[in-house]
């Protein structure tokens, strides 16, 4: 990292370059305690039970997770802690009613139990049209189900291990310069699950996941001077996790990069919002077209399908079947068959983000995202290879370069957005000095619609990937 007084900010970590090849959950081998065949058994007990007692429709849900998280800080072991759960959920319908229970006891006596709490349930709650189980011709059947997603990555890793990789993690931090003199520490997160569900109007289908992370979170400077910043590396495959040295590398720099931060007065200008932090912008997007949201008419983009909210050089895809996406699914959660679309064409609405009981109540057809979007990619037909980070700040020019937020200061019903704010000053494009305490603030409408540019340097955010976004005009207020 530069040390003079024109901060740079770093290339971020890559991912490593070894990978292991994919598993699938059918025995306790694979660090579970149970296997997709007892979930299957336990499944059908629960759902054969419903249709016993009188059931219209039940459907039911076995799963469980299991996982390790290790936390070091300044140079000691602070945290080991190790997660083991269970659970049996039950969907009864009766008619137009309908009644959920679970439990994590997996006798047969507890099973009939949580069932019959279900359809208690049922038989006293309001009638509802819209809540009944997906409809037969939605149903992902089980030759329909993609295999081939490799989602599931278990990480045979233990306590020791952990630790010593967060632990390296930290001490790179501290190595990139004497200025990093404290640490809020460093983690290590090893995650599994699998599930098995079924439902009455045929859907069958279940599968294991993996989530591991690694993550490092650096102090600089001291006094009134102490900048904090964070970097991590998460993958479904622990052997793509960028080295522990690169991802405290590249967090120390980040914080070294802040240090003698400044208010500006408060002005209008164009805002840089970083990569991670433009897949906010898109997440908020998702959010006020998702069913929820429109059939309570709680969302600033009611009506929109079919109409521009983004700028004509703005497209958005949705690919459930990425090769071990985070967001990668051979269906939803209600078990209904998903597919790879285009959510935005031209800054055009192409569709919105429904379960069965949204699409319902709007009148509309499931687009298979019971339980949120799928792996979601923002792109602009302007932006060229060469369109990196530095690019973006020549683009910007004079303005804003946002790099932290802080609150969840978005009303959705109205679109206004105010954030708390950090991230560094630019002239003329290039970095000036870093700025602290101050607050961006617009309108989500108007935010999307003034999407100028979006950068080459993508970058994924959960299901989410997006480069640097360019918004053209936002007020920020300072002293």
């Known amino acids: 990292m530069n040390k003079s007084n024109t901060p740079k900010r770093a290339t971020q970590p890559s991912r490593a370059a070894t990978s292991a090849s994919a598993k699938t959950a059918d025995s306790p081998a694979d660090g579970f305690s149970y296997s997709r065949s007892f979930f299957e058994d336990l499944v059908d007990s629960a759902l054969a039970h419903a249709k016993k007692l009188g059931a219209t429709d039940a459907a039911a849900h076995a799963s469980e997770g299991c996982g390790l998280s290790v936390s070091a800080r300044l140079g000691e072991l602070e945290n080991v802690e190790r997660n083991r759960d269970k659970s049996l959920g039950i969907t009864v319908h009766l008619g137009q009613r309908r009644g959920n229970a679970s439990t994590s006891d997996f006798s047969q006596a507890a099973i009939q139990q949580t069932v019959q709490a279900a359809f208690d349930i049922a038989r006293f709650t309001a009638e509802d049209p819209f809540a009944a189980l997906p409809d037969e011709a939605d149903i992902a059947r089980p030759q329909e189900q993609r295999t081939d997603l490799e989602l599931f990555f278990p990480w045979a890793i233990t306590s020791e291990q952990a630790a010593h990789i967060a632990l390296q993690a930290e001490a790179a931090a501290f190595a990139v310069d ?4 404290n640490s809020e520490g460093a983690g290590v997160s ?30 600089a400077g001291k006094g009134d001077d102490m900048q904090r910043d964070a970097w991590y590396s998460s993958q479904r495959d622990a052997a793509e996790l960028a080295s522990p040295q690169a991802v405290g590398r590249y967090a120390a720099e980040r914080a070294l990069s802040r240090l003698r931060a400044r208010k500006i007065a408060t002005t209008e200008c164009p805002v840089l919002f970083e990569s991670p932090l433009a897949a906010g912008l898109l997440g908020s997007f998702v959010q006020a077209v998702s069913g929820g949201a429109l059939y309570r008419k709680s969302s600033f983009l009611l009506d929109s399908l079919g109409k521009p909210v983004f700028p004509k050089h703005i497209d958005i895809l949705e690919d459930p079947f990425v090769k071990r996406g985070k967001g990668s699914s051979p269906f939803d959660d209600e078990g209904v068959r998903v597919q790879a679309r285009s959510v935005v064409e031209a800054g055009k609405v192409q569709g919105y983000f429904l379960g069965s009981y949204s699409a319902r109540k709007l009148g509309m057809k499931t687009t298979g995202n019971a339980g949120g979007s799928h792996n979601l990619t923002l792109t602009s037909r302007l932006t060229r290879a060469g369109d990196d980070l530095d690019a973006m700040l020549q683009r910007l020019g004079t303005g804003l370069f946002v790099t932290e937020l802080m609150g969840s200061g978005v009303n959705y ?67």
Request: proline share 2%.
């Open 178 to 181: 004497k200025r990093i003199r």
């Open 190 to 219: 090893a995650q599994q699950s699998h599930f098995f569900s079924a439902n009455t109007h045929g859907f069958r289908g279940g599968y294991a996941s993996s989530r591991h992370s690694l993550s490092v979170s650096p102090i």
């Open 413 to 479: 019903v109205t679109g206004d957005y105010s954030r708390g704010a950090s991230g560094f000053w630019v002239e003329n494009g290039r970095i000036a000095f870093p700025v602290h305490e101050i607050t961006i603030a617009g309108n989500m409408k108007a935010m999307l619609k003034g999407i100028v540019a979006v950068g080459a340097d993508a970058y994924n955010y959960g299901a989410k990937t997006v480069g640097s976004i360019l918004v053209n005009k936002m007020k920020v207020a300072g002293s």
